[in-house]
């Protein structure tokens, strides 16, 4: 682990924040590139951009506050000097930012499936560059492991599962998934979102499964918070892929067989029963 990527004077510089800013300069390039080649104006793409950072920072505060209060007992003033008390909550900046473009969207009228198809094309790479900077600071550890590949992180003894690195190869396959449905999505001329609703779909399952190996110590019932955000991400994801991608008129012609099948039984079942003889 690095946590300290280097001092400049008495001031250290801190490696997850050098490599969070890295991770935003690459999203807004690659969300500006993507949404651009569909001919969105620039100044509503900016105010996208400005307001998801904006809510972004604020939600993973607030997320992150949620889920230690015990870390802002003594005092409030705690909660508004990050600096002083440091954390935040990398799915509440992700659910916050997103809701917010989508807000923004709508009101600037740009297409939300536009929107969301850019965000599938930058997301990946941003959240890659993230997951460097989450190793070299080690504050986020796995479980503990007697695997080979298994390391040492900052102040604990056993080797653990290196979760970033999952994480890392777990977004490099995502985003050649995604760069496969973009081109299937370009040839079939399929509608906005679908790209970008494929993305949540299998960011969502992946990070499900890996979560495991995370260590974690707030749970909501039998699941870490983290795995309750992504089951929420992954059920509005299918929805609106369901809806986007045609599920809907694929799956109608079935249940009005379905229901054409029931009322013929239903109708055979009752022609056989006896009248009653009402002479």
């Known amino acids: 682990m690095h946590p300290i990527l280097f001092d400049v004077g008495p001031m250290p510089i801190f490696s997850l924040s050098v490599f969070i800013v890295i991770a ?8 500006w590139k993507s949404i651009r080649s569909w001919a969105v104006p620039e100044e509503p793409v900016f105010d996208l951009m400005f ?48 809701c917010v473009m989508v807000v923004v969207a709508r009101i600037k009228k740009i297409r939300v499936g536009m929107v ?7 997301l990946p790479a941003t959240l890659a560059v993230g997951e460097i900077g989450s190793l070299l600071d080690g504050s986020t550890v796995g479980n503990t492991t007697t695997l080979p590949w298994g390391v040492l992180y900052a102040g604990h003894l056993d080797r653990r599962h290196p979760i970033q690195l999952y994480e890392f190869i777990a977004l490099f396959v995502i985003m050649l998934v ?36 995370r260590e974690t110590g707030v749970y909501w019932f039998t699941l870490s918070v983290n795995r309750w955000v992504l089951l929420a991400i992954f ?31 239903v109708h055979t079942f ?9 002479r």
């Open 24 to 31: 935003w300069l690459l999203f807004s390039f690659l969300f």
């Open 51 to 98: 307001y998801a950072t904006f809510a972004s920072l604020i939600t993973a505060r607030v997320a992150y506050i949620l889920m230690y209060p015990e870390q802002f007992k003594n005092s409030v003033l705690l909660m508004v000097t990050p600096w002083v008390a440091p954390g935040l909550s990398f799915y509440g900046a992700l659910v916050g930012g997103v």
């Open 116 to 122: 969301l198809d850019a965000l599938a094309l930058s």
């Open 178 to 213: 995604v760069l496969s449905i973009q081109k299937i999505a370009k040839e079939k001329k399929l509608p906005y979102g679908v790209v970008g609703t494929w993305f949540f779909v299998l960011f969502s399952i992946v990070m499900f499964f890996l979560d495991a190996l």
């Open 235 to 265: 059920a509005e994801a299918t929805g609106a892929l369901y809806v986007r991608g045609g599920g809907r008129e694929a799956l109608r012609p079935v249940g009005v067989k379905i229901k054409n099948r029931l009322d013929a039984a």
């Open 270 to 278: 009752y022609a056989r029963i006896p009248k009653r003889n009402t």
